[in-house]
């Protein structure tokens, strides 16, 4: 079964083709982080636009890369959620035109579930030798920790209680002078820091208690940086002692869940943030259970996760995943509203 995956979340146009949600035939991702690095971060308006630029330019090259049109598309996944408004209109006006024009269905998709299965693409093992699993996405706008049963199944067991960890690098990353986004060029400076030379404070260290928490530890960044002439802490210290913490109370927890959760069989690490190196060395030293990550072209937003999750919803329940869906209905209409710039009688103008 051929599905194509389209994702259009936040700052990638993403767009893929894949076979039996496992043989990536091709996947294509545009990346505004050249446009948003100007200001420091991604400008929900501008990213629309740049969606809307790029979208049906790269539909067209997945198809001729692969040598497919959309007739021997058996359906379309698309990210439905949690993301931009402006953006995810983009890429659900798209997806559902080409649905319309084709007669495909259209199998809706969450965002920060898909990204399970960035990591799941990479894996051979069989399900079997998987799940039960504690999966992590930790990503730019989530700190989110799931059970699950099945590739299909999250149950939610954790998440942050107000900024995600991928968003602490960045804010952290933009305190300390560097390009947007800050999460790899924090990763590079802490690599240079001394260990324990700067003391941080341990997030939610209730040991019952299943959450994380990031906005004191960027705060402690800020006063670190404030007081370095008195202190004599260089910027690679800070950013050393910053990541330990920021990775270390993810560890903790994730210790906490193993015990609540005690047949679990593996660990999934997925997200932006699953590409820090000291991440991907601390999980492995955390457990004796095996811990997938996904490709690190499969660790950021991209179409062939979206595709994946696509079809094993189609695939267990047809009926369910290809419902006529509407992106409206997951939003209060004034919000979209206000967010769209539009007056509320402009309801039939909107794409
Ligand atoms: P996503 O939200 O999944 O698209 O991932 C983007 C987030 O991952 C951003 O917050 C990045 O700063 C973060 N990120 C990417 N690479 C790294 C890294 N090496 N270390 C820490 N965070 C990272
Ligand atoms: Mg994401």
Redesign the pocket.
Known sequence: MLILGIESS?D?TALALVEDGKVVLSSLIASQIATHSRWGGVIPEIAAREHLEAIREMYQQLMSTTGKNLSDVDAIGVTQGPGLIGCLLVGASFAKGLAQAAGKPVIAVNHVHA?VHGALLGIEAPHEQIFPTLALVV???HTNLYYMNSCIEFELLAHTMDD?C??S??KV?KMMGLPY????H??SLAQKGTPERVPMPRMVERKSQLVFSYSGLKTAVALALKSMDKTGHRLEDIAHAFQEEALGQIIRKLGIALGMRPATKSIIVA???A???R?RELMKRATALPVWFPPLKY???NGAMIASLAYFQHCSNPATAALEWDVFSRYPFETLMTTLGTKNNEKQSIP
């Open positions: 936040c990638e990204h990503s730019g706008g995600a991928g968003e690098f960045d990353g986004p800050g999460g790899p924090v990763e997200g932006g943030v590409a820090n190196g991440f660790c950021s937003d």
